[in-house]
T-cell receptor, first 115, second 109 residues
Framework: SAVISQKPSRDICQRGTSLTIQCQVDSQVTMMFWYRQQPGQSLTLIAT?????????ESGFVIDKFPISRPNLTFSTLTVSNMSPEDSSIYLCSVEVETANTEAFFGQGTRLTVV | RKEVEQDPGPFNVPEGATVAFNCTYS??????FFWYRQDCRKEPKLLMSVYSSGNEDGRFTAQLNRASQYISLLIRDSKLSDSATYLCVVTTGGFKTIFGAGTRLFVKA
C-alpha cells in the first residue's frame, strides 16, 4: 500500500494568484499522477510526474498553467497558476502500486476555491 | 462516447435492499477493472478489483463481461454506511487509468 500526505487540504484564493499543492508519499514510486475532479464529475488526469524528467501532460493541460515538480521519488508539487474561478475544483495526487492488480492510492485532495 | 460510462444515479434505496450498478467501457483492449468508493469530500479508495471469473467480498459482488464490455457491482443487504459514490475504473496498456463519473448511492433508514 501507499500513504500519501497532501496539503493544503483546502484554500480560497484570489484570481490571478498561484497555489502550490504538495504530495508526500511514504515509499518510493516511479510515477505520480495529478488529477482534477470538478463537482459531480469524474477524475480527469492532468499530468504524470516522473522523477528526473519533465511531466507528461494530458490534452487540455499545459505546463505554463500547471507546472509540476518531482525532485525525488517520494515528493511532487502541482502549481495552479494565474488562477481563475474556472480552476475551482478538487485536485488529487495519486500513485499506483502493484498488488494483485495495480491499485491507485490517493492523497486526501485539495479543495480549491478561486474568488 | 465516453471511455467509461456509468449511470450517475442517484440510487435511493432502503436499508437491507439489494442494488446493482453497471459500467460500460469503450476500449476492448482494457486490461484491469476496479470499483472505487468515494465518500463525500474524501478521496477515492479501492473497494474491489474485478476479475474475469467474478469475485465476491462479503456483501459485494463484482462481475466482468468482456464480450459486452461492461462491469457490474452488486451490493446486498445495503447499510447506511454504504452511502457513497461508486467509481468504475478501467486501466488500459501504458499505465492509463480512466475513471467513470461515478454512481451516487443513498441508503435510507
Amino acid at each position: 500500500s501507499a500513504v500519501i500526505s497532501q496539503k493544503p487540504s483546502r484554500d480560497i484564493c484570489q484570481r490571478g494568484t498561484s497555489l502550490t499543492i504538495q504530495c508526500q508519499v511514504d515509499s518510493q514510486v516511479t510515477m505520480m499522477f495529478w488529477y482534477r475532479q470538478q463537482p459531480g464529475q469524474s477524475l480527469t488526469l492532468i499530468a504524470t510526474a516522473n522523477q528526473g524528467s519533465e511531466a507528461t501532460y494530458e490534452s487540455g493541460f499545459v505546463i505554463d498553467k500547471f507546472p509540476i515538480s518531482r525532485p525525488n521519488l517520494t515528493f511532487s508539487t502541482l502549481t495552479v497558476s494565474n488562477m481563475s474561478p474556472e480552476d475551482s475544483s478538487i485536485y488529487l495526487c495519486s500513485v499506483e502500486v502493484e498488488t494483485a492488480n495495480t491499485e491507485a492510492f490517493f492523497g486526501q485532495g485539495t479543495r480549491l476555491t478561486v474568488v | 462516447r465516453k471511455e467509461v460510462e456509468q449511470d450517475p444515479g442517484p440510487f435511493n434505496v432502503p436499508e437491507g435492499a439489494t442494488v446493482a450498478f453497471n459500467c460500460t467501457y469503450s476500449n476492448s483492449a482494457s486490461q484491469s477493472f476496479f470499483w472505487y468508493r468515494q465518500d463525500c469530500r474524501k478521496e477515492p479508495k479501492l473497494l474491489m478489483s474485478v476479475y474475469s471469473s467474478g469475485n465476491e467480498d462479503g456483501r459485494f459482488t463484482a462481475q466482468l463481461n468482456r464480450a459486452s464490455q461492461y462491469i457490474s457491482l452488486l451490493i446486498r443487504d445495503s447499510k447506511l454506511s454504504d452511502s457513497a459514490t461508486y467509481l468504475c475504473v478501467v486501466t488500459t496498456g501504458g499505465f492509463k487509468t480512466i475513471f467513470g463519473a461515478g454512481t451516487r448511492l443513498f441508503v435510507k433508514a
